[in-house]
């Protein structure tokens, strides 16, 4: 194992010095050298990982923040060997809860000096204001609103639940519409689409059934609800875990999507905006090594 760095985002969720200080003595307490890199300021960290990766330094690449921190990090690392860790300082942290990485710093930096590692194939979104990856999951419409509409100065206040209220102010002010979305270049029409590497949503919420992280494909959600209670009950249905049995919602496997229309339709990845529609998503031609325990036996 060559050195770690540490690429910590100071405006995470959950961003903590005295946890970061705490994984650091416990990696460095079995051998490799810890740096840390502080961003400055959003999409930093993809400048830090791409000359961490250059450099050649470096066995692991950590971004200490959540699903957004992570998604910028890879961005800079993607199709070089360095092993990205995860050290969750974010708020909702969907991916390390996915790939149960753990939240206690000295189990998590015992799991980096163990060295497993299991590789994941993360997507691209590709918008006017160009490619950006992203890890976890995208959405286009009700969902990205929500998002859109969310406050940093309360998220930073109030943590997750300046989702709820902006989910409140969404469905007062957003008009569904329906759009023609290109699942694999077939259509469909839908009022709201997620397109989903793992099977979480929110933190620990199933969204479906089966991950995709280790496949070359997404899992497109798509919502065909015009009305605007339906949403509700669609939306209650998700924080039920029963999103599968939902009239009006669909699931289906792909490995590009495509919405083009030009009606300016919020869209967000990993829980930060990335812009409007038209809007072109596929799979990264380079795979993702994470950190993470040793992968299970198959079943049977
Ligand atoms: N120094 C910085 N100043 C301002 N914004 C930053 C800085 N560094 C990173 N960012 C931005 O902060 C955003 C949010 O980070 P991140 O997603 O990791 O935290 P979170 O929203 O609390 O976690 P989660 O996505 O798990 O809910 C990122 O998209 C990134 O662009």
Excluded: C
């Excluded at 791409?50 to 199709?79: F, Q």
């Excluded at 753990?102 to 590709?126: C, D, K, M, S, V």
């Excluded at 890890?135 to 969310?150: K, L």
């Excluded at 979305?181 to 029409?189: K, Q």
Aim: aromatic residues 6%; without cysteine.
């Amino acid at each position: 194992m060559k050195k770690v760095i540490i690429i910590t985002n100071p405006t995470a969720g959950h961003h903590s010095r005295s946890r970061i200080s705490r994984f650091v003595r416990h990696l460095e307490q079995a051998g490799p050298r810890a740096t840390i890199a502080r961003t400055q300021y959003p999409g930093h960290a993809t400048i830090l990982a791409r000359d961490a990766a250059a450099s050649g330094l470096y066995s692991h690449i950590i971004a200490a923040g959540g699903d957004g921190t992570i998604a910028e990090v890879a961005a800079g690392m993607i199709g070089t060997s360095a092993i990205l860790g995860i050290l969750p300082l974010g708020s909702a942290n969907v991916l390390a809860h996915e790939l149960k990485i753990p939240f206690n710093e000295i189990r998590n930096a015992a799991l980096i000096q163990a060295g497993h590692f299991t590789t994941i194939w993360p997507g691209y979104l590709h918008t006017k204001a160009g490619r950006q990856l992203f890890v976890q999951m995208a959405s286009i419409g009700f969902d990205a609103h929500i998002v859109h509409g969310t406050s940093t100065r309360l998220k930073a206040w109030v943590g997750r639940a300046a989702y709820a209220v902006s989910t409140l102010s969404s469905l007062f002010r957003f008009e569904l519409t329906e759009f023609t979305v290109l699942i694999d270049d077939i259509p469909h029409r839908a009022t709201t689409v997620i397109v989903s590497k793992g099977s979480l949503y929110a933190g620990k919420y199933e969204l479906t059934h089966h991950s995709a992280h280790g496949d070359r494909n997404f899992s497109v959600i798509l919502f065909e609800t015009s009305g605007k209670l339906a949403l509700v009950r669609t939306i209650l249905s998700l924080f039920l875990g029963r999103i599968g049995q939902q009239k009006g919602t669909r699931t289906l496997t792909a490995s590009t999507v495509r919405i083009p229309s030009p009606a300016a339709i919020p869209i967000q990845s990993d829980g930060d905006r990335k812009g409007f529609s038209p809007v072109h998503l596929d799979i990264s031609a380079s795979p993702l090594h994470v950190a993470t325990g040793p992968t299970p036996p198959p079943a049977g």
